[in-house]
């Protein structure tokens, strides 16, 4: 029904930056929000930047300041724009996006994941 395509992934440097794209298809009425989760080995996926409808945004403590969570309405494509990466930062980025249906339901949907290493 939707997809997700996850690309921008790849190995940096300490504060060397990335930029990971999202771009959904599908049968999509609305978009509610698009966020970016992460999980490292061993620990539990967590948020990482979200943006709303009205564009509002959350970041992680973790990330703020260095991180900026960004979308693109026209071609419903989230993006997530890394600076000063560190390798805590190391992990798989998952894209996830809310939908509204036709008839008021929201849908949750995960990209396939892109793996980020911050080498120290």
Do not use: H
Not at 6 to 17: D, I, N
Not at 77 to 98: G, H, R, W
Not at 111 to 118: D, H, I, M, S
């Amino acid at each position: 029904q939707v997809q997700l395509v996850e690309s921008g992934g790849g190995l940096v440097q300490a504060g060397g930056s990335l930029r990971l794209s999202c771009a959904a298809s599908g049968s999509i009425f609305s978009i509610n929000a698009m966020g970016w989760y992460r999980q490292a080995p061993g620990k539990q996926r967590e948020l990482v930047a979200l943006i709303a409808s009205s564009d509002s945004t959350n970041y992680a403590d973790s990330v703020k300041g260095r991180f900026t969570i960004s979308r693109d309405n026209a071609k419903n494509t989230v993006y997530l724009q890394m600076n000063s990466l560190i390798p805590e930062d190391t992990a798989v980025y998952y894209c996830n996006v809310v939908t509204w249906s036709r008839t008021g339901r929201p849908y949750e949907y995960w990209g396939q994941g892109t793996q980020v290493t911050v080498s120290s």
